[in-house]
């Protein structure tokens, strides 16, 4: 006799519960510590995305070398979550520490160039295209100066996204359509911010949906991952990029490509790869190696157009000095330093060739043990990053994962992650690889995801 929906909903919650409780037993320093945290910090952690865990409450690092992280209870983990990709070059490379510890000796930060940053920009065209580069603190960052110029040469007023993005702290992209309505995304608050005003959203991989948005001539930019990573994984159909190139190169609109997480997919990312002509690039993250950085790159024409509104001058001459975006620690030495490491020894060609054969393997793991036990699931792997998601077709847009997606099973696979020693990204399932991720790691990931499925086999769920 097959259970009904509440029933099963209930199960799923009672096994949270024994996971939470299972991991609470587990991690009395870091419980301890978390309790002591919430008495200093807004939201227990220095970073309110830190109490995101679903064991309830985060583990407190002591110390995290390549793929692996220890806890302060002793525990190893292997880490495929990697700061929700901050980490992908592996915790504690050291091409990076080396870089680090060398320029901090020289020091971090005078709002002055070092001779490291010609031959960062010259990496950057060489792998992204030939563009005039700038450096942020964050992709966030790099994400708002991105729209700031866009609305300075068009004048318009209004971001396009697809439904289901996340490009960081950047209000126009807070929204989503859910049940045909736009609204804004993850019941975030809308702070003071008429979305209708500076916002259109649309379906990922709807042609006909975005041309009419652009159609109205309001739109300064479309803003978007090649294919999205933040709402389970979304691939793009094929001649998507094609048509969203043309559209909006038709109605005036610049084309921002956000390659924050996709620079998973190779070493010039989705852009190098497929050929894509983003006005402009963005990327973070994990570009320094863990030290905040974002770049944002204009082409030739997006850089003429901002040249003529806010032109080079001498420096005695006082107008026009303030773009409106920057940071005072952008592009500091410490950062091109470090951003030059992981361009000429991290981020190699040879290394993603070791983690996008990591992630194959991961994936077909995965994928063999859905086919064996019949589950309704799927698993995506596109370059070094792979995606379970607890539906049996790959979505197509935001719509098809409110559809689908089973929010609970999420929370428990990654509670039940977590007591077994593996670490996922808290917002939905996505494995990122990293040059250190072994035959071994896998090998264990497939032990505990073969344990994952007896569970619910055992509970009748
Ligand atoms: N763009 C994308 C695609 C992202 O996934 C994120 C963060 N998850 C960001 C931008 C923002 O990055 P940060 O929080 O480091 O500014």
Redesign the pocket.
Known sequence: MSITTEERAGVIDRLIDAEQERFRKMHPRSADAWQEGKRHFLYGGPSHWMRRWAGGFPVYVDEASGAHIRDIDGHDYIDFCLG???GMCGHAPEAVIDAALRQLKRGATMMMPTEDSLWVGAELSRRFGQRHWTLTT????A?RAAIRIARMITGRPKVLVFSGC????VEEAHVEIRDGRVGLRNMIHPNGIDHDTVTRVVEFNDVAALEAALAHGDVACVLA?PLM??FGMIPVDPGFHQALRELTRRSGTVLVI?E??TLSCGPRGYTGIHALQPDIF?A??AIAGGIPA?VFGLNQEISERLWAIVPHVNPRERQSAHLGFGGTLAGNALTVATMRAVLEKVLTDENYSRMIATATRLADEIRGLIEANRLPWHVTQIGARAEIMFMAQQPRSGADVIAGRQAGLETLLHAFYMNEGILVTPFHTMLLMCPATSDADIALHTAVFVGFIDLLRKTGV
């Not at 964050?138 to 960052?141: H, K, L, M, N």
């Open positions: 929700d990709t901050g964050s992709a966030t960052d994400n996340y490009h960081g702290g991952e990573t933040n956000d924050t997480h963005v973070g993250k974002g």
